[in-house]
């Protein structure tokens, strides 16, 4: 079969029937069985998939009122109304159901022993879930404030989550005895989501500023605000594989989606103005140049969209190479040029 690549600096002209659009977007999960992400859309009740770059499709429809998501194995389980249900990724069949009795149930996010933790906005409680045969109980009777996103901290066995309304306060529970301790108070307002990267920083979505913020591992230094311009950014998600962060903006109805390594290296390559990495289609294959103005050597590197890496090669600061036809299946991929004067990351598709 002729593969053809099509760099997206250009416009790729597909007819797809099932294409929708978002409809106040809730949360942004993704899936590594179908290489996707999903989202959960309140004003239609479903879930959609989508791969960056292209339009939603619909996924799995007539899920009520869905918010958070988080995928655990082969399945995606969903906050809605007072219950998490779970839907298996490949057939989109409903599988799991477990009846919370929770008032409005918002974030969600899963351990490694088989457990699911789900915040009560209304109620203010956090309720737990035994995966294994769908069993839920109160984990946090009175979280204060009102919890909002959450997630589980492996490294420091805690669950962190952040809260809404003013003076916003990042949260840790232990999952010893459940006990709570106040990681980090604000000045911010209405937070929503919240993730964290590979190097133990944390991200925050805020309302009152429509806004981004990173916040260090050790919760010391004031949030940074990091992305701006947002429109009501709801339950965000981190893919540690590529260092991208999903951004459902539920008052304009849009998911983006941000490499955050370009974002934070952003103000030093200010000063690199001619620095470059581009892509082009070669023959059918893959043309690659780039240049780290003042450089000395550099690294090439070239993953799938799930982070995998499927090349690492030593080179010069400047140059160029070609990955011939039918090296790599067709798929979305990120190449990324590292020296130690910068790093920058490009991405391609091949058809």
Not at 68 to 94: F, I
Not at 315 to 325: D, K, L, N, T, Y
């Amino acid at each position: 079969m002729k593969r053809v690549l099509h760099v997206l600096l250009f416009s790729i002209i597909t007819v797809n029937l099932n294409a929708q659009s978002f409809s106040n977007p809730e949360s942004v999960e993704y899936d590594p069985v179908n290489n996707w992400y999903i989202v959960s859309n309140t004003n239609t009740s479903n879930l959609q998939s989508v791969i960056p770059g292209n339009l939603p499709t619909l996924y799995i429809p007539g899920v009520t009122s869905p918010y958070g998501l988080v995928v655990v194995d082969s399945t995606v389980y969903v906050n809605t109304n007072g219950k998490v249900q779970g839907y298996d990724l490949l057939s989109g069949v409903q599988t799991f159901t477990s009846n919370v009795n929770g008032t409005f149930l918002n974030g969600i996010c899963a351990d490694t022993s088989g457990h699911i933790y789900t915040t009560d906005f209304t109620a203010k409680k956090i309720y737990k879930v035994n995966i294994a045969d769908g069993t839920s109980w109160v984990y946090v009777t009175n979280t204060t404030k009102t919890p909002n996103g959450i997630l589980f901290d492996a490294a420091n066995n805690r669950l962190v989550y952040c809260t809404w309304g003013s003076g916003v306060q990042i949260k840790g529970v232990s999952l010893v005895d459940s006990s709570q301790t106040i990681l980090k108070t604000t000045s911010l307002s209405n937070d929503d989501g919240i993730v964290m990267d590979n190097q133990g920083r944390f991200y925050i979505s805020v309302w009152g500023t429509q806004s981004i913020y990173m916040l260090d591992s050790a919760f010391v230094d004031p949030p940074l605000q990091v992305i701006t311009g947002l429109s009501s950014p709801a339950d965000i998600y981190y893919n540690l594989n590529n260092d991208t962060l999903g951004v459902p903006n539920a008052a304009n109805n849009t998911v983006k989606f941000y490499n955050m390594n370009y974002i934070l290296a952003a103000p030093q390559m200010q000063s690199v103005r001619n620095d470059f990495l581009k892509t082009y289609e070669d023959n059918g294959g893959v043309k690659i140049q780039w240049m780290i103005e003042n450089g000395t050597a550099a690294t090439i590197q070239i993953f799938s969209l799930t982070g995998t890496l499927i090349s690492c090669d030593d080179v010069p600061s400047s140059g160029e190479r070609i990955i011939p036809q039918g090296n790599l299946g067709s798929g979305i991929y990120f190449v990324r040029i590292t020296s130690a004067e910068n790093q920058i990351t490009e991405k391609f598709f091949v058809d």
